[in-house]
């Protein structure tokens, strides 16, 4: 489904004296199949704005179109469009409320398609596990808050697609984790990606999580889109980015200083590649000094 | 969905109502209130509401704002007032003008329904522009000094002020945390919105059961935290806001004083209570 959004504007508390305006006026077109990235401030509106994608929040100002759903239009299915569209919150292992896994997972599922079958909903709630990384038969029958940290965020995710949206958006889906969970996690993101659910929309405010697993983001700055493109596009605009307090991911920040130091290099965004590449344009020129440096930061 | 509580209800504004002493406020309100129950005929409460209207102007918070607080009570305000309308307990010489089975209205039910609605409506009304003008944490500041006397016959005055404020100070972060569960179960086809008294209660559990455990988590969290920092009790502990008594408070003091003085001479020289009817009969020559 594509996402258009034109003028989108909202805010909160209106007419009191608590009254923000989240998002002025904002266009952004996300295609179907994209892995999108938002990045942003706290207060940029990224929340915000992805709340508005599956009508958590209503339309108050400006137009959007999510595939055929036209959220303007007072009679718009919210709950087929929510079914369409998953949502998974920042710290989502917050929201696991029942007796086992199973009954857990099953949630969405039994609320989107009324009198589904048991045999149905088993095979459904333990492909959805399979796919987040998790052993249907050890766990289904446990209650969620004897998992570790990690399995209750992968046990939340799957309770999301199991319904098996076309859109996913997940707010700060990283949050919390080590440097390896958080790796895993953007591995299962990539497998979910494409077969499972056609679009994947990440909020994040880590540029290198953005920069390395993103196919195209949008910079958030004061409820408006600042910048908008390919990783490449968006973190060669440095000065941009540090004007709007944000910062160019790690691989970015080196290969600029590699250039400062007369070594042209082009800014890869996978941290492995962008090693690779230094290390062999240091085997190539036999500059060990600068070339070491840079891998090692990199690293 | 939950935005319309109007506890902790502050109206930040810069006036003269919002610079006093809270424990001047408090004292303010208590006087205001034996005002309103001292106030023994119509004359006292339109002294009362005078005087509020004032205090509503000075304060410079809208009246639309003051208002909105009755909204939550309005229910129990006609309630009363029907029951007591109904079922008024009349003594010698009431005009009745309906009676039926064991209901009699009279001119006397009549007049002291209105007398019990106006007093509910001054309390609440005065007890809201107290909340509108004090933050919750000035206000529980000014409950603990205010009791400080109780401390000689061992109550825990600090202990009673710190769960005061800890629950004021939690209760929009799970007022936040609430809206963001309901977002994720809504995300997740939960609806909240149709549905029978019991469908609806049961809708909520995908709600109570993590807004408890993340309740239970913070208290735990803020536990450790107040120990980490070795909190002791009141032991010793200084205030980082000392309350300052100034002339602003004397003024509204000595302002309330003259209050309850109108109202009691107002009491005592007026006419009573229902001493308005012979009065209206007299204007109409019935």
Same mark, same amino acid.
């Given at each position: 489904?594509?996402?258009?959004?034109?003028?989108?504007?909202?805010?909160?508390?209106?007419?009191?004296?608590?009254?923000?305006?989240?998002?002025?006026?904002?266009?952004?077109?996300?295609?179907?199949?994209?892995?999108? +990235?938002?990045?942003?401030?706290?207060?940029? +509106?990224?929340?915000?704005?992805?709340?508005?994608?599956?009508?958590?929040?209503?339309?108050?100002?400006?137009?959007?179109?999510?595939?055929?759903?036209?959220?303007?239009?007072?009679?718009?299915?919210?709950?087929?469009?929510?079914?369409?569209?998953?949502?998974?919150?920042?710290?989502?292992?917050?929201?696991?409320?029942?007796?086992?896994?199973?009954?857990?997972?099953?949630? +969405?599922?039994?609320?989107?398609?009324?009198?589904?079958?048991?045999?149905?909903?088993?095979?459904?709630?333990?492909?959805?596990?399979?796919?987040?990384?998790?052993?249907?038969?050890?766990?289904?029958?446990?209650?969620?808050?004897?998992?570790?940290?990690?399995?209750?965020?992968?046990?939340?995710?799957?309770?999301?697609?199991?319904?098996?949206?076309?859109?996913?958006?997940?707010?700060?889906?990283?949050?919390?984790?080590?440097?390896?969970?958080?790796?895993?996690?953007?591995?299962?993101? !990539?497998?979910?990606?494409?077969?499972?659910?056609?679009?994947?929309?990440?909020?994040? !405010?880590?540029?290198?999580?953005?920069?390395?697993?993103?196919?195209?983001?949008?910079?958030?700055?004061? +409820?408006?889109?600042?910048?908008?493109?390919?990783?490449?596009?968006?973190?060669?605009?440095?000065?941009?980015?540090?004007?709007?307090?944000?910062?160019?991911?790690?691989?970015?920040?080196?290969?600029?200083?590699?250039?400062?130091?007369?070594?042209?290099?082009?800014?890869?965004?996978?941290?492995?590649?962008?090693?690779?590449?230094?290390?062999?344009?240091?085997?190539?020129?036999?500059?060990?000094?600068?070339?070491?440096?840079?891998?090692?930061?990199?690293? | 969905?939950?935005?319309? =509580?109007?506890?902790?209800?502050?109206?930040?504004?810069?006036?003269?109502?919002?610079?006093? %002493?809270?424990?001047?406020?408090?004292?303010? /309100?208590?006087?205001?209130?034996?005002? $309103?129950?001292?106030?023994?005929?119509?004359?006292?409460?339109?002294? /009362?509401?005078?005087?509020?209207?004032?205090?509503?102007?000075?304060?410079? /918070?809208?009246?639309?704002?003051?208002?909105?607080?009755?909204?939550? #009570?309005?229910?129990?305000?006609?309630?009363?007032? #029907?029951?007591?309308?109904?079922?008024?307990?009349?003594?010698?010489? %009431?005009?009745?003008?309906?009676?039926?089975? #064991?209901?009699?209205?009279?001119?006397?039910?009549? $007049?002291?329904?209105?007398?019990?609605?106006?007093?509910?409506?001054?309390?609440?009304?005065?007890?809201?522009?107290?909340?509108?003008?004090?933050?919750? =944490?000035?206000?529980?500041?000014?409950?603990?000094?205010?009791?400080?006397?109780?401390?000689? $016959?061992?109550?825990? =005055?600090?202990?009673?002020?710190?769960?005061?404020?800890?629950?004021?100070?939690?209760?929009?972060?799970?007022?936040?945390?609430?809206?963001?569960?309901?977002?994720?179960?809504?995300?997740?086809?939960?609806?909240?919105?149709?549905?029978?008294?019991?469908?609806?209660?049961?809708?909520?559990?995908?709600?109570?059961?993590?807004?408890?455990?993340?309740?239970?988590?913070?208290?735990?969290?803020?536990?450790?935290?107040?120990?980490?920092?070795?909190?002791?009790?009141?032991?010793?502990?200084?205030?980082?806001?000392?309350?300052?008594?100034?002339?602003?408070?004397?003024?509204?003091?000595?302002?309330?004083?003259?209050?309850?003085?109108?109202? =009691?001479?107002?009491?005592?020289?007026?006419?009573?209570?229902?001493? $308005?009817?012979?009065?209206?009969?007299?204007?109409?020559?019935?």
């Amino acid at each position: 489904m594509r996402i258009v959004a034109k003028g989108l504007t909202y805010v909160y508390n209106p007419k009191s004296p608590f009254a923000t305006q989240a998002l002025k006026g904002m266009d952004l077109t996300i295609e179907e199949g994209e892995f999108f +990235g938002i990045i942003g401030h706290t207060g940029s +509106g990224k929340s915000t704005f992805v709340q508005h994608l599956n009508a958590l929040i209503r339309l108050t100002g400006g137009e959007l179109k999510v595939g055929d759903y036209d959220l303007a239009e007072k009679k718009c299915k919210v709950l087929e469009l929510r079914s369409k569209v998953g949502m998974v919150f920042q710290y989502p292992e917050y929201q696991l409320f029942a007796e086992t896994v199973k009954k857990d997972v099953a949630f +969405g599922l039994k609320n989107f398609r009324k009198g589904i079958s048991e045999e149905e909903t088993e095979a459904a709630v333990r492909e959805a596990l399979r796919v987040a990384g998790i052993e249907y038969d050890e766990v289904a029958e446990k209650s969620p808050f004897e998992l570790s940290g990690g399995q209750r965020r992968r046990v939340a995710i799957a309770g999301v697609i199991v319904t098996k949206p076309e859109v996913l958006i997940l707010d700060e889906p990283a949050a919390g984790l080590d440097p390896l969970g958080k790796k895993e996690l953007m591995e299962l993101l !990539h497998a979910i990606h494409g077969q499972w659910c056609k679009t994947i929309v990440i909020v994040s !405010h880590d540029m290198d999580e953005i920069a390395e697993n993103c196919t195209r983001a949008a910079v958030f700055s004061e +409820g408006k889109v600042a910048l908008c493109g390919t990783p490449q596009e968006i973190f060669s605009q440095g000065e941009a980015l540090a004007a709007m307090g944000l910062d160019v991911p790690v691989t970015a920040r080196c290969a600029q200083l590699l250039r400062a130091r007369g070594i042209a290099v082009e800014t890869d965004f996978t941290c492995d590649d962008f090693v690779k590449k230094v290390l062999a344009l240091r085997a190539a020129a036999c500059t060990p000094a600068a070339g070491a440096e840079g891998g090692d930061d990199a690293q | 969905m939950l935005n319309d =509580v109007t506890f902790g209800q502050y109206y930040p504004a810069k006036s003269f109502v919002h610079n006093m %002493d809270p424990r001047a406020k408090l004292l303010f /309100v208590i006087a205001y209130i034996v005002a $309103i129950f001292l106030a023994n005929n119509f004359f006292g409460l339109i002294l /009362v509401t005078l005087c509020l209207i004032f205090f509503i102007l000075l304060a410079r /918070v809208p009246f639309g704002r003051v208002l909105r607080s009755i909204k939550m #009570i309005l229910f129990l305000i006609v309630f009363t007032a #029907i029951l007591n309308l109904l079922f008024y307990a009349g003594g010698e010489g %009431d005009i009745v003008l309906a009676k039926w089975w #064991i209901i009699t209205i009279s001119w006397q039910s009549i $007049i002291n329904t209105v007398f019990l609605a106006m007093r509910l409506l001054l309390l609440v009304l005065g007890t809201a522009l107290l909340t509108l003008t004090t933050t919750p =944490v000035a206000l529980t500041d000014g409950i603990e000094s205010l009791l400080k006397p109780l401390k000689y $016959i061992k109550f825990p =005055v600090h202990e009673l002020a710190l769960i005061m404020s800890i629950a004021l100070r939690f209760i929009p972060s799970l007022m936040e945390e609430t809206n963001r569960i309901v977002s994720a179960q809504k995300a997740r086809g939960a609806n909240f919105e149709t549905g029978g008294l019991i469908r609806r209660a049961k809708a909520m559990i995908p709600v109570l059961i993590p807004l408890l455990v993340s309740a239970f988590r913070r208290a735990e969290d803020l536990g450790d935290a107040m120990d980490a920092r070795c909190y002791s009790g009141a032991k010793g502990r200084t205030k980082y806001k000392k309350l300052t008594f100034t002339w602003r408070d004397l003024l509204g003091l000595l302002f309330f004083v003259a209050l309850i003085t109108g109202v =009691v001479l107002l009491n005592t020289y007026l006419l009573g209570r229902f001493d $308005i009817i012979w009065q209206v009969q007299e204007w109409f020559g019935a």
